[in-house]
Nanobody, 121 residues
Framework: QVQLVESGGGLVQAGGSLRLSCAASGSWLSINSMGWFRQAPGKQRDLVAI???????NYADSVKGRFTISRDNAENTLYLQMDSLKPEDTAVYYC???????????????WGQGTQVTVSS
């Protein structure tokens, strides 16, 4: 199984920056991709950025040019650098891993517990 723990959320003023981290632990055969999603109150969970293994990152249009996703494979850690934050970025941010684990056919989604990001105007 894959356990994901996010950190780095908090309260920041508009225009400020935050860096989220997601530490992965457990046992897996492969991680196909890791990414960040967010969910604002009363809204669905949406993709923010995704990093396919061996591929290029993809971003939601709303964060392109402001957010940067990166991954430290040696430390099994995913990051999200968020700059020029806006009030509409306020949400709970979730780390995701799409991974294959022993004893399970195919890949599954694994989620962290989420970290709150609040951007004040």
């Amino acid at each position: 199984q894959v356990q994901l723990v996010e950190s780095g959320g908090g309260l920041v003023q508009a225009g400020g920056s935050l860096r989220l981290s997601c530490a992965a632990s457990g046992s897996w055969l492969s991680i196909n991709s890791m990414g960040w999603f967010r969910q604002a109150p009363g809204k669905q969970r949406d993709l923010v950025a995704i990093m396919p293994s061996g591929g290029s990152p993809n971003y939601a249009d709303s964060v392109k040019g402001r957010f940067t996703i990166s991954r430290d494979n040696a430390e099994n850690t995913l990051y999200l650098q968020m700059d020029s934050l806006k009030p509409e970025d306020t949400a709970v941010y979730y780390c995701n891993a799409y991974a294959r684990v022993r004893g399970v056919i195919g890949a599954l989604d694994y989620w962290g517990q989420g970290t709150q990001v609040t951007v004040s105007s």
